[in-house]
């Protein structure tokens, strides 16, 4: 069966779409079968970012590892029974759809709480939840009182994948590996910061989670999106003197795919 990796986080901003498609194009670069989906219904952002891609491609008569993209499909009301939901029939059929020529299945979620999200986060083997490197974004996995070191209880989110959690144990599933993926901390307001590992560190371990470095933010990741390029691709265009920037940045790529420990993947870009 193909491995489930779902990118999920309540809030807009924090990268989500551009984790997927870099974690997504890796895979398929290291010879892997990857496919993929956006549940954002309205905005599509992975898959604006494939199709961009897709025709840069041809524009350009170029052939680059690249993962496959399905919308999901229309299901019929008629055909459900009473208390069936249509976005549990759209999702599933959307994997079973991969299922059968996917090594990985990378599953994109809106920055908002969703019937379809909910459902995903109960399918993820692997879910990765980036974050940037601030309070506001960690009010998602938990309320931390005025001190920012003392946490009062889990969040929304947090909430949804122990939700999540209880579906996939009375499904006799293996749990999901919960990697949280800490965007942009940069060097500046160490003090933040400091607070900031603090309370991730408390966190991770009340609620069980892992930790793992992300991106910084650099300008390459806005230009590379109307090409729906990635980091990896710069090589095959001819680009060879990579700026200490971009250096950096497929850097933390490495580092971010060692640390999601998927199955079967040996780290070789």
Known sequence: MAHIIVVGNEKGGAGKSTVSMHVATALSRMGHKVGT???????????????????????????????????????????????ENVYDHRLSAAVATLEPDSDFILIDCPGSHTRLSQVAHSLADTLITPLNDSFIDFDLLAHVDTDGETIKGPSVYSSMVWNARQLRAQAGLDPIDWVVVRNRMGAQNMVNKQKMETAITKLSRRIGFRTAPGFN????????????LTLLDL???????????????????????????????????
């Open 37 to 83: 989906l956006d549940l954002d219904l309205r905005q599509k952002t992975l898959g604006r970012y494939i199709e961009n891609r897709t025709a840069y491609m041809a524009q350009e008569g170029l052939s680059l590892p690249t993962p496959t993209y399905h919308d999901l499909p229309e299901i019929d009301a008629a055909s459900l029974k009473p208390g």
């Open 217 to 228: 933010e650099r300008v390459i990741f806005r230009e590379l999106f109307p090409r729906g």
């Open 235 to 269: 090589r095959d265009l001819g680009v060879t003197g990579l700026n200490i920037s971009n250096v950096a940045a497929r850097q933390e790529l490495r580092e971010l795919i060692k640390a999601l420990n998927l199955p079967g993947v040996t780290v070789d870009f």
